[in-house]
């Protein structure tokens, strides 16, 4: 998932002779990009596939029988030029067009691979992504792990049945691989405040922010382990196994982009009565254009 960036972090440190066999072991996908903006302009898709679950957690999230096919959890831009870095954490919810008079959440956009993301948000959004980087459950919680777990703020305990969340205490709270999956994951969250659940307002719009947060976190923690190069080997190897890039995408790539430092910006959208989705407000067009995009995109 968003974690994806600390691979990047330790295929850019990497200096060790089998790195080409690591490197080779990423996926390739093809997709067709629209014209492209000056720059760099990276998509991170956080897939919810259980095709590839850590061991003994096809009971806490789902097996593949019981959740077939794969959406998008977590969904990243990333606009790289010259020294100029933005980023953006899109809601899955969000409300896009699929064609005339069609419309869709932007997760199920995904549902058959990433063009219809891409297209979604060029059209939607005006956003035109250029390279392409996706990591599925199992990546996420086993990177958490290599880090040595990550450290957030919660300002109470929270909890999360739909998305296996469970988290008893509160403050600086360092989290396992599964705990920042079900936090990155939770849409219908509940804090125990003076002693009583209560439902968090706008539990959708909440992941959104814990996306970005969380990856923070994970770059943070996997910076720190420059120093352990055997643990950074470690790292790389088990995440490149749940990698997926865009057949433009190699190395050096890779590397460009591990060496940026950023917090990606939460895309603000407005909740839809008796609905899941969230609605484009002009609050959601001025966080896309903050970033440089939201100008015409022809896919």
């Keep these: 998932m968003i974690c994806i960036l600390s691979v990047l972090t330790a295929l850019a440190l990497l200096l060790f002779a089998d790195s080409l066999m690591i490197t080779s072991r990423i996926r390739h996908v093809a997709v067709r990009f629209p014209p492209a903006k000056e720059g760099t302009t990276w998509l991170i898709v956080g897939s919810d596939s259980r095709a590839s679950l850590p061991s003994g957690e096809g009971g806490t999230f789902g ?3 019981e959740v077939p096919g794969q959406r998008s959890d977590v969904v990243l831009v990333i606009h790289v030029y010259n020294s100029r870095v933005s980023a953006l954490s899109i809601p899955r919810d ?4 699929t064609g ?3 419309y869709e959440r932007l997760t199920f956009t995904f549902t058959n691979g990433p063009q219809g993301l891409v297209n979604a948000l060029c059209d939607s959004l005006g956003i ?3 390279r392409l980087i996706v990591v599925n459950f199992s990546g996420f919680a086993r990177i958490v792990n290599d880090v040595g777990g990550v450290t957030v703020n919660l300002p ?3 909890r999360d049945p739909m998305a296996s969340l469970d988290i008893g205490r509160s403050g600086a709270v360092h989290l396992s691989g ?3 999956l079900g936090l990155v994951r939770s849409r219908t969250p509940e804090w125990r405040e003076n002693g009583h659940w209560v439902a968090v307002p706008s539990g959708s719009v909440q992941r959104t922010m814990w ?3 969380i990856l923070a976190a994970i770059t943070s923690a996997a910076r720190g382990l420059e120093a352990d190069p055997l643990r ?3 790292l790389a190897w088990d995440a490149s196994g749940d990698l997926e890039v865009s057949s433009n995408v190699g190395p050096l790539d890779l590397a460009a982009l591990a060496r940026q430092h950023f917090v990606p910006v939460p895309v603000p959208a407005k909740p839809l009565p008796s609905s899941l989705a969230l609605g484009i407000t002009p609050a959601t067009r001025g966080a896309v254009a903050a970033a440089g995009y939201g100008t015409r995109c022809a896919a």
């Design 94 to 97: 969000l409300l896009v067009q």
């Design 63 to 65: 097996t593949p029988g």
């Design 178 to 180: 599964t705990e920042a």
């Design 211 to 213: 996306a970005g947060r």
């Design 156 to 158: 109470y305990p929270v």
């Design 100 to 102: 005339p008079g069609s």
């Design 128 to 130: 035109p992504v250029n």
């Design 232 to 234: 950074l080997q470690e």
